[in-house]
């Protein structure tokens, strides 16, 4: 089996985090050669797709097994769905351990905690975990599916890897906290279970949601998720001026602090907005954002939004910015679209996309102006690019739309 490096060389990086020293881990992504998990630890069997390691899957309790590999992704289409019911078929039976032949090895002195040891005294009982292996990006982190050794969800554990994924999971911590003071009647929450912090590092746990219930459907959908963005954005809403908001201030604040190999494409974004009159008073309603609500961090089930990844949570945004970020991200990993159509297309579809949660038509250019200087402005400042994110190069798909949306304002208001 081939594999790649980079992703090989994550595992291993992951190992000192989730099971420091003096634990020793052993990493062989190929072919198995001990016929069995360690005897003074644990042991994961390492799931590929394409040859690249995507998901560990604990072994020495089939229903643990079989249960992270149901649940270790959200499904986008049938197709996906029934991967994962294969996956955790192949588990149950024993089967899994045969098919893919990749292991990683616990080996620890007695009394060495694991991260599993350190979720089972924050959850009060026993546990095993998962680990999902996402893409590389900058704000990539262990996602840990936490299960019973019967087989039984118990959670979703988050865990920083450095300074930006460890603000990330208190932030989300922190964000989970708010949301859970309040009700809603269009979407659910996950709980917050744990939060703290372990090896130097931020963790938390959270409840899992039914994800795997019956999915209402695309119409019915739709309008929860209009829904279900208007009850975020009753978060502390008011009205103010656009480009008074710390929204506003904090991206350009943001793209002017960017390290200095990045500094000409944060000036193609300042200069692209440059004919922007931002003298003139916009006044739009501001409150609450998801900040990446995104098609994989949602399903519609039994008339309810179930939203998760809550680690972008903020206020002071302006009404609407989930629902252009959602456009955009569903045309770029629903439709398969090329980030810069996929980017010309929000453009034009804006104040339709924006109507839908009420944002007028004559404010919509300023708002996707504001939401996408606020995009280019988290991707560049991450340094995205680097870490091997898709979307890290904005300025070959972000700043020509953002041009065209910033140039027609200023034709369409003319002298300011």
């Known amino acids: 089996m081939t594999t790649d490096a980079s992703a090989t060389g994550y595992l291993s990086d992951l190992a000192d985090v989730l099971w420091p020293a003096p634990a020793v881990v052993s990493l062989d992504v190929g072919v198995d050669d001990t016929g069995g998990a360690a005897t003074d630890g644990a042991s994961w069997t390492v799931v590929t797709r394409r040859g690249q390691p995507k998901l560990l899957v604990p072994r020495g309790s089939r229903p643990a097994a079989a249960a992270v590999a149901r649940h270790y992704s959200e499904p986008k289409n049938r197709a996906a769905a029934a991967r994962n019911r294969t996956l955790a078929a192949l588990f149950s039976t024993g089967l899994g351990d045969t098919v893919f032949r990749g292991r990683v090895h616990l080996h620890r002195p007695e009394h060495t905690e694991t991260v599993a040891e350190m979720l089972s005294s924050a959850l009060g009982e026993p546990c095993c975990v998962g680990l999902?292996?996402?893409?590389?990006?900058?704000?990539?982190?262990?996602?840990?599916?936490?299960?019973?050794?019967?087989?039984?969800?118990?959670g979703f554990a988050k865990v920083g890897v450095n300074d930006l994924t460890n603000a990330l999971v208190a932030a989300e911590a922190a964000a989970l906290q708010e949301l859970g003071r309040s009700s809603y009647t269009s979407m659910v929450v996950p709980s917050?279970?744990?939060?703290?912090?372990?090896?130097?590092?931020?963790?938390?746990?959270?409840?899992?949601?039914?994800?795997?219930?019956?999915?209402?459907?695309?119409?019915?959908?739709?309008?929860?998720?209009?829904?279900?963005?208007?009850?975020?954005?009753?978060?502390g809403r008011h009205e103010t001026d656009l480009w008074q908001t710390t929204f506003w201030h904090a991206a350009l604040d943001r793209l002017r602090a960017v390290p200095p190999a990045l500094a000409s494409a944060a000036a193609a974004v300042?200069?692209?907005?440059?004919?922007?009159a931002t003298n003139a008073p916009t006044v739009v309603g501001v409150g609450a954002w998801h900040g990446d609500w995104h098609p994989s961090n949602m399903a519609a089930v039994g008339g309810r939004l179930l939203v998760w990844d809550w680690e972008r949570f903020a206020g002071g945004a302006p009404v609407g910015v989930d629902a252009l970020h959602y456009s955009l991200q569903e045309a770029i990993t629903v439709r398969g679209l090329a980030p810069v159509d996929a980017a010309a297309e929000l453009v034009r579809r804006a104040p339709q996309v924006l109507g839908e949660v009420g944002v007028p038509a004559t404010a919509s250019g300023e708002v996707t102006v504001a939401y996408l200087v606020h995009l280019a402005a988290r991707y560049l400042g991450d340094d995205q690019a680097a870490a091997g994110g898709r979307l890290g190069d904005v300025g070959h798909w972000l700043v020509p739309a953002l041009g065209d949306v910033a140039r027609s304002l200023s034709v369409d208001r003319g002298p300011q």
């Not at 300042?270 to 922007?276: G, H, N, P, W």
């Open 132 to 154: 999902h292996i996402g893409p590389p990006r900058a704000n990539r982190k262990p996602v840990l599916t936490v299960v019973s050794p019967e087989g039984a969800v118990l």
């Open 192 to 235: 917050l279970l744990h939060a703290g912090r372990w090896n130097g590092a931020d963790v938390l746990v959270q409840s899992p949601l039914p994800v795997w219930g019956r999915r209402d459907d695309a119409p019915v959908a739709t309008s929860i998720r209009s829904r279900a963005m208007l009850e975020v954005a009753a978060i």
């Open 270 to 276: 300042l200069d692209a907005v440059s004919v922007v």
